[in-house]
């Protein structure tokens, strides 16, 4: 059932990324692969957090951080920050969209996690986009970075949640 759920939750990511951006979701020299990558971390963090396999999500999240700091040196430094901080706002995302799931809300919480997405996005901005932002360009690389992130959290989020309609709450099960 854990598998059912992330793989719903990676397909929306990529799905609603496709609808959104088109083929360039499979381009990985362009933004929107990043429907792909953080979309299934995204998918994976609020499965593994949703089925109360905390532990797991940890493990993954400091996987994803090290395999950023390892490519780190390649890429820039960074790029390993960005990783850290990214991996580190998803895994408190998926506490958020847990916590709501045992509060009651059963349908809907993809609401919130694209924004909460879209804002860990918009914190990184300048991280991740120092070297191409210039005075000229800085509002509308911004603006792009946090509509990259809702559209990955609401894809992932959206389809965990259609998931859960039909393999049931993992909290009952």
């Known amino acids: 059932m854990t598998l ?3 793989w719903s939750g990676f397909a929306g990511s990529v799905l609603l990324g496709l609808a959104v951006f088109g083929s360039a979701v499979f ?16 998918a994976a963090m609020l499965t593994l957090v949703r089925t109360s396999h905390r532990g797991q999500a940890i493990a993954l999240m400091l996987g994803y951080a090290g395999l950023r700091i390892v490519l780190g040196p ?25 916590l709501l799931s045992r509060s009651g809300i059963r349908f809907g919480k993809f609401l919130l996690v694209g924004p909460l997405v879209g804002g860990v996005f918009l914190a990184l ?15 509308s690389l911004i603006a792009f970075r946090f509509a990259l992130g809702v559209v990955i959290g609401e894809g992932a989020a959206l389809g965990i949640e259609l998931a859960e309609v039909f393999v049931g709450d993992p909290a009952v099960e």
């Open 27 to 42: 381009r990985p020299g362009y933004p929107a692969f990043e429907c792909v990558t953080v979309g299934a971390l995204v």
């Open 74 to 98: 390649i890429l820039l430094w960074t790029t390993a920050l960005s990783g850290i901080l990214l991996a580190l706002g998803i895994f408190g995302i998926a506490l958020v969209y847990d």
């Open 125 to 139: 901005a300048p991280i991740t986009e120092h070297a191409a932002m210039n005075v000229f360009n800085a509002a």
């Open 4 to 6: 059912i759920r992330f």
